[in-house]
C-alpha cells in the first residue's frame, strides 16, 4: 500500500463506519462491532492486541487503519493527582488533556484545538493564536488515553482544554456521540460539560444539536467593559446576551448552567463586581464557579485574590440566591492551567516522546 493513502483514523470512525470498513475487508458487519467495542470499551487501540478478532483480520485491519491520532509526549502528575499528558498529533502540534481526580470523581479536561482564538489575559492557551482545529478522533482520543491511564472510564468530561470548544463544533459533536454511544463508553451526557467563551448564537448552535450535555459559560466578568479587559478578543457580544442565551439553553434542555468565573486580584473581585454578577443572575437556572487565578508564567503581574477576599465574593452571590461553589487551585506544581505546558514546549523544545507498548 502507498505510503501516500491517508487511512481513516480508528479512534475518530463511528461505529457503522468501521463496519463498513471490516465489510470490505471481506467479514460478517458483527466483527465491526466487536472492533469497535474493543476501541472504545476495552481501549485497545491496536488491531494486534484485538485478541477477540482472528489472527488474519487483525492483520488486514492493521493495514486498513491508522489506531491513533495522537502519542503521549509528556505525562506529569502534581502532588495532589492532577495528572496533565501532553499529547503529540500527526502534524508535530501539541496539545493538552488534564485528569482532576476528587473523591470519587476522576474528570478529564478536553482540548478542542491547537491554541485559541480567544486569549483570555490569564490563559496560555491563547498566547500563540489559533493554530488549527482538532479533528474528532484526536478530540475523542483523549478520554480514551485516561481511561487507558485509569484502566476504568472516568467519571466526568469537561470540554475546557485549548481552544474554544463551540469553534470546533462539528468534530466535537462527532466525539461526544463517540463517547455516549452504548457499544463503547456509554458515557453519560448528564456527566459532560462544554465550556464556552462565545456568543449567543453560538450556544444556540449548541442547543440545535441535542447533545444531552451541560453548559458552562467562561464570563469572567459581570459587565462589558470588564470582560472586554480579560478577554480582549472575545468574539462579539454583550454580557447580557451571553446570559440571556445560558438561560434558553436551560430552559430548552433542562440543564441548569455553569458560569465560570476566574477571580483575578484588583480586575474583577471587588464587591462591587460581586454584586453586579449576582443581580445578573439572580433568579434563573444558572450557578457560578469561582476559580481563583491559577498562576501563569507569560502574565506574572496577574495575581489571585487573597482567600478572604475570595470567600467573600462567593458569600456575596449566595446572598444575593445565587449558588456559588468556590473551587480550590489544583495542579500548581505541574502548569495545570490551561495551555501552559504546551506553550513551554513550544518555546523551550519539546520533550522525547513516551515509549508505550501497543
Same mark, same amino acid.
Given at each position: ?10 479512534? %475518530? ?13 471481506? $467479514? ?24 477477540? @478478532? ?16 495522537? *502519542?503521549?509526549? $509528556?505525562? $506529569? ?85 485549548? %481552544? ?13 456521540? @463517540? ?31 441535542? @447533545? ?22 472575545s468574539p462579539e457580544g454583550r454580557v447580557t446576551d451571553l446570559v440571556e442565551a445560558a438561560t434558553r439553553f436551560a430552559r430548552k434542555t433542562g440543564r441548569d ?35 481563583? @487565578? ?11 485574590? *487573597?482567600?478572604?477576599a475570595s470567600r467573600a465574593f462567593a458569600r456575596r452571590l449566595e446572598e444575593l440566591g445565587v449558588p456559588t461553589r468556590l473551587r480550590t487551585q489544583r495542579g ?11 506553550? $513551554? ?14
Open positions: 500500500m502507498s505510503h501516500d493513502v491517508k487511512l481513516p483514523v480508528l479512534t %475518530g470512525m463511528t461505529p457503522e463506519e468501521v463496519r463498513e470498513l471490516v465489510v470490505g475487508l471481506g $467479514e460478517r458487519p458483527f466483527r465491526g462491532d466487536q472492533v469497535f467495542r474493543a476501541v472504545w470499551k476495552d481501549g485497545q487501540t491496536y488491531p494486534e492486541a484485538m485478541t477477540t @478478532l482472528s489472527k488474519e483480520l487483525r492483520g488486514r485491519l492493521k493495514a486498513a487503519v491508522t489506531p491513533t491520532a495522537t *502519542t503521549v509526549v $509528556e505525562q $506529569e502528575t502534581s502532588d495532589d493527582g492532577t495528572t496533565k499528558w501532553l499529547l503529540g498529533l500527526a502534524d508535530g502540534a501539541r496539545v493538552e488533556t488534564v485528569l482532576i481526580p476528587e473523591g470519587d470523581r476522576a474528570t478529564v479536561c478536553v482540548s478542542t484545538q491547537v491554541g485559541c482564538p480567544i486569549r483570555c489575559v490569564f490563559c496560555a492557551s491563547g498566547v500563540r493564536g489559533l493554530l488549527r482545529n482538532l479533528t474528532t478522533a484526536e478530540i475523542a482520543e483523549q478520554v480514551l488515553r485516561v481511561q487507558q491511564h485509569l484502566r476504568a472510564r472516568p467519571t466526568n468530561i469537561v470540554v475546557m482544554g485549548m %481552544g474554544e470548544p463551540l469553534l470546533n463544533l462539528t468534530a466535537l459533536a462527532a466525539a461526544i456521540r @463517540l463517547w455516549e454511544h452504548e457499544a463503547g463508553m456509554d458515557f453519560g451526557a448528564r456527566r459532560i460539560t462544554v465550556s464556552t467563551a462565545g456568543t449567543a448564537p453560538m450556544i444556540d448552535r449548541l442547543v440545535e444539536q441535542d @447533545l444531552g450535555v451541560h453548559l458552562a459559560v467562561s464570563l469572567h466578568g459581570p459587565d462589558d467593559a470588564t470582560r472586554r479587559r480579560l478577554i480582549p478578543t448552567v455553569t458560569v465560570e468565573y476566574v477571580l483575578v486580584a484588583g480586575e474583577n473581585d471587588s464587591a462591587e463586581h460581586a454584586e453586579t454578577l449576582g443581580r445578573l443572575l439572580t433568579g434563573r437556572h444558572i450557578h457560578v464557579n469561582l476559580i481563583p @487565578l491559577n498562576p501563569v508564567a507569560h502574565r506574572p503581574d496577574l495575581h489571585a485574590p *487573597t482567600g478572604l500548581d506544581d505541574i502548569h495545570a492551567a490551561c495551555g501552559q505546558l504546551a506553550l $513551554e514546549r513550544a518555546v523551550s523544545g519539546p520533550a522525547s516522546p513516551q515509549p508505550r507498548a501497543p
